[in-house]
């Protein structure tokens, strides 16, 4: 395909899919301003790569099960957005991001699904294989390369493996109030009773818009991580 069907096919179904009123947006933008970011994102990974001859691909979109320790107790399960193979032998992991912006170099090196990724690739290829792991930021056309040594992967494991235990000793799981309880399928289970007027003068207060369809969504964190 070409750039100009590749690009028609993605508006055509765009236009089926996805309106103002499925797409929550923030209060300057509609939905056209995502299409077009989009159609940059598809335009620029593109011209960069065509005709895209330089690695095999291996994997596309696979889920994946990780033993963490080894033993059967903690099993985590992720993805792999895409993996290649160059005639060099280097297996590379591709993940495809839409930020704008590129992230902090502290940020990037702390990301934990890139390390995950990793420990599970080294069980999957030849041993003494090199790994390496592609961040494609598709809108701001460009790439951020990384990988970790295996005492950096070990460190990892283990924070993991004490996150895990902390969920599992956890009895007690505070409420907390954020931007979703508008929308909580379950107001009637919650004892924390919320007065939406209220919340949405506490968020116009720090400084969030007032109409939650146009909040950008905050993580939300049930007090299980300090």
């Not at 993805?79 to 170099?105: C, N, Q, R, W």
């Not at 390496?132 to 390369?145: E, F, G, M, P, Q």
């Not at 309880?181 to 379950?186: I, Q, T």
Request: proline share 5%.
């Amino acid at each position: 395909l070409s750039l100009a069907e590749i690009l028609i096919g993605f508006t055509r179904n765009w236009e089926r899919n996805y309106n103002d009123e499925n797409i929550m947006l923030s209060p300057s933008m509609r939905s056209g301003y995502y299409l077009e970011l989009g159609r940059k994102a598809l335009e620029n990974y593109f011209k960069r790569f065509y005709p895209f001859q330089k690695e095999k691909m291996i994997v596309l979109d696979k889920k994946i099960l990780l033993d963490l320790r080894g033993d059967g107790r903690y099993l985590m399960q992720g993805s792999i957005p895409m993996m290649t193979e160059s005639f060099e032998g280097v297996y590379t992991i591709h993940e495809f991001k839409f930020d704008p912006e590129l992230p902090k170099a502290e940020v990037s090196s702390g990301d934990r699904l890139a390390a995950f990724r990793q420990i599970f690739l080294y069980s999957e290829v030849p041993a003494g294989s090199p790994i390496k792991l592609v961040s494609h930021y598709l809108v701001a056309d460009k790439d951020i390369t990384s990988t970790r040594k295996p005492e950096q992967l070990e460190l990892v494991r283990a924070e993991l493996t004490a996150l895990i235990q902390k969920v599992d000793a956890t009895v007690n799981f505070p409420i907390k109030v954020t931007a979703y309880c508008e929308e909580c399928p379950y107001p009637e289970q919650c004892t924390q009773k919320v007065d939406i007027p209220t919340l949405r003068s506490m968020l116009v207060g720090q400084g969030v818009q007032s109409t939650f369809k146009e909040i950008l969504r905050e993580v939300v964190i049930f007090g299980l991580i300090a």
